[in-house]
């Protein structure tokens, strides 16, 4: 009996010995993992997508954040010292950096409307220096807008550009500004649609992403690769341009200094994307196509132009160009944008429920 007694108070003691050394060696362990990560600096490399269980640790923000400048209006005689700074809170839209020599591109709105406009405008650059402005060309068709600046330090970094083609439902993307925040967003729709008319001569498609953000920034993936740009931020969601929208754009401005798009000259219903009921028949031919309509019949189709030269009459359906059909994923305007222009194209039309195939010699938008 006394022996298990002492038995018992030697374990109880081995016990409070092994107990008291795990917690003073766990408290060591607390305290210089404490120690570590509070003293040391935030590290260049940062996980910004995790999906799936995987981190992606490749993504610097520092050096995208090189890449985004922010538009401003030129501050004209400050009265005082505070107001010849500029705070986040004066950029009007931002905007990234397409190549070294001092190409921008960001969004069309009320600002570049006009030159008189653009010479009150001014880039500021993540270094805090301000460029003016020399010059501004405005893809009419996407909303797109190209800035050259006067960049003396040549230290500009053009960011690479993806496949917005390549785009799912719900892939994560981020946006960053040049104070280096970081917004993630999910795609929630892909292929979101204005009017029920629309132009060749307009994109008016806009993929939809969760999430707020600013205006003209750029949307990036895992590969940090530029998917979009937002165009229209409002509540807990923003409207962007698929890059593949402007990106054939890019060559020519590089080229010859200004976009270059191609005029058909009609407006349109996609019949594939919009629901219709059976009265519906009494009025169109066809359940697919692009249907050229106007409620004003003599704005069907632009008088003189290619459309009304090649004998496109209002009423017609446009089944299929060089035989890519018009669907719901791809609509009219889509797949003219992606010809050059002084070419013609081969379009299978359908006039009062037959089928014709009619050749249509595409020219440039002026």
Do not use: C
């Amino acid at each position: 009996m006394l022996n298990n007694k002492y038995q018992n108070l030697i374990i109880i003691f081995f016990v409070s010995i092994v107990g008291f050394l795990a917690g003073s060696l766990g408290a060591l362990v607390v305290e210089n993992y404490r120690f570590d990560h509070s003293n040391q600096d935030l590290p260049k490399q940062i996980s910004i997508f995790k999906q799936s269980d995987k981190i992606i640790e490749d993504t610097s923000m520092d050096l995208l954040r090189k890449n985004i400048v922010g538009i401003i209006l030129k501050k004209e005689n400050p009265l005082n010292i505070l107001a010849a700074y500029y705070s986040p809170e004066d950029i009007i839209a931002y905007g990234f950096i397409l190549t070294g020599d001092g190409w921008i591109v960001s969004i069309d709105n009320k600002n570049f409307h006009n030159k008189e406009n653009i010479k009150k405008l001014a880039i500021i650059t993540n270094s805090g220096d301000i460029l003016q402005i020399e010059k501004q060309e405005i893809d009419s068709v996407s909303g797109a807008v190209f800035l050259k600046v006067d960049n003396p330090k040549k230290e500009f970094l053009a960011m690479k550009l993806g496949d917005s083609r390549k785009l799912n439902l719900m892939d994560e993307l981020a946006s960053i500004d040049l104070y280096g925040s970081a917004v993630k967003h999910s795609v929630v729709n892909l292929k979101k649609t204005g009017a029920i008319i629309q132009s060749s001569e307009k994109i008016g498609n806009r993929m939809i992403m969760s999430q707020s953000s600013a205006v003209g920034l750029p949307l990036i993936n895992f590969n940090n690769e530029i998917m979009g740009i937002i165009d229209y931020a409002g509540g807990n969601f923003i409207k962007a341009i698929p890059i593949n929208y402007f990106k054939n754009q890019i060559s020519q401005i590089l080229k010859t200094g200004k976009p270059s798009r191609i005029f058909l000259g009609v407006n349109y219903i996609n019949l594939s994307k919009f629901p219709k009921n059976e009265l519906s028949k009494n009025f169109i031919s066809g359940s697919s196509g692009a249907l050229i309509y106007s409620l004003d019949k003599n704005m069907a189709v632009i008088k003189g132009s290619p459309a009304d030269i090649a004998g496109l009459k209002h009423e017609d359906i446009i089944i299929s160009i060089e035989e890519e059909e018009i669907s719901a994923n791809k609509d009219l305007s889509e797949i003219i944008q992606e010809y050059k222009q002084n070419i013609n194209v081969n379009m299978e039309i359908l006039r009062r429920g037959e089928k014709k195939e009619i050749e249509v010699g595409l020219a440039e938008l002026e």
